[in-house]
């Protein structure tokens, strides 16, 4: 799969990678050490020649923006809704 990825989308692998060590470093995954360590070098690894891809004014990596409750209007309102909807389905 890892193949694939880099083929075909490496923006893809590099996100997917980023978001696994940002869910074990905030406690909703606990991975087994080796495999920790395994997706840490992978990691650097897909960054580096990433970054080595990048041409001029371009630049690698992204944000996760969190929102809470105060960011949004009507936010239980919509949260009920959302419930409502997934209890129909």
């Known amino acids: 799969m890892r193949q694939f990825f880099e083929e075909n989308n490496p923006y893809a692998l590099e996100e997917i990678a980023r ?5 074990e470093s905030r406690g909703l995954w606990d991975a087994d050490p080796e495999v920790l360590e395994g997706l840490r070098n992978s ?6 020649w990433m970054e080595d891809m990048a041409g001029d004014g371009e630049f690698q990596g992204g944000s996760v923006d969190i929102m809470t409750m105060e960011d949004v209007p009507d936010w239980d309102k919509k949260m009920r809704e959302i419930r409502d909807k997934i209890k129909v389905n």
């Open 19 to 23: 978001r696994l060590l940002e869910a």
């Open 43 to 48: 990691y650097l690894e897909i960054e580096g």
